[in-house]
């Protein structure tokens, strides 16, 4: 009778990946800062809940979308022999930087559980990429780092970012696969998340050699409203994906940076990474690079003053009766990570917006407060200035409590009556984007003539059924776009300063990877 040898029994154990997420986007410029609570409120899962949210029946950020990064990577896994190992998913809303304790809990948290997962063949981790702490400009770099260190250089690394990361060369010191949303407003977060966990499972089974190749362009703002499927970066983003069809080419990305951040190699990037392809990647990053800063010059369109936007309003009568106008406050855009307490706007349209019913969100806890349990009283308030009174000065007015509310999300929450102005008071911050803001507190969305929204771009997405115009509104603040010409730069940037050509800074810039 034969004899079997060892190897004969031997089965090879199924691949292990760990995945988590860490994200935030970070507004350097608010006084607020950003702490470990904010992600239990927002979003915080772990362990066997994360699996079961990033599973097919789960629901991976509720309240937001049913399936993102995290569930694309696991998407990508199924139908091979591989174990997942989830650590967690800690995503809070955009805000001040992150207390440096906090971030050092995260830190820890996340070299813990590596290291407890076992033998791991590979990682996946979902950032925004303009993350800062009180103390690091560049924290996701910090995050990545963290990885790369506990698991060590052999450990291939796959992360996806936001459109709007910052790319730095401590990023891609790191050596993982970059992959950026290629939508704006943003709706690819789950194909994002399952293209690079297929370039990562593949890179692990050695079916490919991942080669990422980078540009750093000096500009922080172009590309007209940056609005994915409108010009000038429609063609870009098409040609994104003409790209990927490339044989060897894995992915394209264009990285549009956050304005209001402290890393002080800002600026649009692009990216290429291709199957081994030396060559191919840096010519075709060049050529990215080149389409990207040939629409520098189309700068975003003028935005409405308070009054302006009231009055042409006032004369689109059938918008208004068809459903409804918003006002997107671009100087106080919780989505950019803005405090929510701008009065700037508020303070028109109690003056100037008569016969108008307008919907607008505050952030003050204070005056919360003061008013809780006070329903059907008229009292005096002192509204807003108490984060950052320089910025947004307090307006005292007596307004009637209509409703007191309780929010997972906002915290207690009162709706004033100020004329034809409805106020919704959150004690944290007002992330004003979907209709349910305002009619999870009684307000129809339907029948406001002006709805004051606190996001750049996903309100277009929600307020869809209802939205007939949109108005883009100047006061003053801390996501006004000139407002980020105050930091502090390592080169000059488009449109502050005059820059003819992308290429010097983008050798110096890469050029500190070894440094």
């Known amino acids: 009778m034969r004899s079997l040898c060892h190897s004969e029994f031997f089965v090879p154990r199924p691949l292990r990946i760990a995945y988590a997420r860490l994200s935030q986007e970070t507004n350097a410029l608010s006084p607020v800062e950003t702490t470990l609570d904010d992600f239990r409120r927002a979003h915080f899962l772990e362990g066997k809940t994360l699996a079961a949210a990033c599973g097919r029946l789960g629901y991976e950020a509720k309240g937001f979308k049913r399936n993102a990064e995290l569930s694309g990577f696991i998407k990508a896994t199924r139908g091979s022999k591989i174990e997942t190992i989830p650590l967690f998913s800690a995503w809070a809303i955009p805000g001040g930087p992150l207390n440096d304790d906090d971030f050092a809990q995260l830190l820890a948290r996340l070299r813990r559980e590596l290291l407890a997962a076992g033998p791991l063949d590979g990682v996946f981790i979902s950032l925004h990429g303009a ?26 690394i796959a992360a996806t970012l936001d ?16 992959v950026g949303y290629q939508t704006n407003p943003h709706r690819d977060h789950a194909e994002v998340g399952e293209r690079a966990g297929h370039i990562l499972i593949r890179a692990i089974k050695g079916k490919i050699r991942p080669l990422v190749r980078w540009r750093s362009l000096p500009m922080l703002l172009g590309g007209g409203t940056t609005i994915d499927f409108i010009p000038p970066m ?23 940076c956050n304005l209001w951040n ?5 600026g649009w990037a692009v990216m290429v990474i291709t199957d081994d392809d030396e060559e191919l990647a840096d010519t075709l990053v060049d050529a990215l690079a080149e389409k990207v800063w040939a629409v520098r010059h189309q ?8 009054n302006d936007a009231i009055e042409a309003t006032r004369m689109a009568r059938l918008a208004r009766k068809l459903g409804t106008v918003c006002f997107c406050d671009t100087s106080d855009v919780v989505g950019a990570g803005a405090t929510g307490e701008n009065t700037h706007l508020l303070r028109a349209l109690v003056t100037h917006g008569a016969g108008l019913l307008a919907y607008v969100p505050l952030r003050d806890s204070e005056s919360v407060h003061q008013g809780w349990g006070r329903d059907g009283e008229t009292i005096v308030f002192r509204l807003g200035g108490k984060l950052d009174p320089i910025t947004n000065p307090p307006l005292d007015i007596a307004a009637e409590v209509i409703h007191c509310v309780e929010s997972m999300t906002f915290g207690r929450v009162l709706v004033l009556k100020i004329g034809d102005v409805r106020v919704v008071v959150t004690e944290r911050a007002p992330l004003a984007m979907k209709p349910a803001f305002y009619s999870d507190v009684g307000l129809n969305p339907w029948k406001a003539d002006i709805v004051v929204v606190k996001s750049f771009f996903p309100f277009r997405l929600f307020f869809l059924p209802q939205l007939r115009k949109a108005f883009y509104v100047k006061t003053k603040g801390i996501t006004d776009l000139d407002a980020a010409y105050g930091l502090d730069f390592d080169e000059p940037i488009h449109p502050r300063d005059p820059v003819d050509d992308w290429r010097p800074t983008d050798a110096r810039r890469r050029s500190a990877r070894q440094a």
Do not use: W
């Open 234 to 256: 429609r063609a870009i983003f098409r040609h994104l994906k003409v790209l990927e069809r490339k044989r060897k080419v894995l992915s394209a990305s264009v990285f549009m």
């Open 262 to 266: 402290r890393a002080v190699q800002i």
């Open 131 to 156: 993350l800062n702490s009180c103390s690091d400009p560049d924290a996701d770099a910090t995050v990545l780092e963290t990885v790369r260190k506990t698991l060590g250089p052999q450990v291939p």
């Open 163 to 178: 459109l709007h990361a910052q790319i730095t060369p401590a990023k891609m010191a790191t050596g993982a696969f970059l």
């Open 299 to 306: 700068q975003p369109p003028a935005f409405y003053a308070p």
